[in-house]
Nanobody, 117 residues
Framework: QEQVVESGGGLVQPGGSLKLSCVAS????????MSWFRQPPGKERELVAR???????KYVDSVKGRFTISRDPGKNVAYLQMNNLLPEDTAIYYC???????????WGRGTQVTVSS
């Protein structure tokens, strides 16, 4: 069964840290790109960070210098280390895995991150 599962969300105070994990399993195609998206309350989903199989990364400007995306070599496992969290980082965070050649997209159900004092 193909599935993408996120974990690691929770409630944290401003300035705190969280590390999200994403595991994509049961997928026979190679996963070339893994990304983290987020959807704040009442807003559209946005790309937060992306890592391609070469190791190159991309971040939305608002998280640069605070968030780091990584991937276990040879595995469909990705992480998002989030430091110096701000209230505006509050959102549901979704993991996305892509096979580029087949344009196959796989989504998780999301994990809630709440930044509040």
């Amino acid at each position: 069964q193909e599935q993408v599962v996120e974990s690691g969300g929770g409630l944290v105070q401003p300035g705190g840290s969280l590390k999200l994990s994403c595991v994509a399993s049961g997928i026979s195609l190679p996963i070339n790109v893994m990304s983290w998206f987020r959807q704040p309350p009442g807003k559209e989903r946005e790309l937060v960070a992306r890592i391609v199989e070469t190791g190159n990364t991309k971040y939305v400007d608002s998280v640069k210098g605070r968030f780091t995306i990584s991937r276990d070599p040879g595995k469909n496992v990705a992480y998002l280390q989030m430091n110096n969290l701000l209230p505006e980082d509050t959102a549901i965070y979704y993991c996305n895995a892509v096979n580029v050649a087949s344009a196959a997209f796989y989504w998780g159900r999301g994990t809630q991150v709440t930044v509040s004092s």
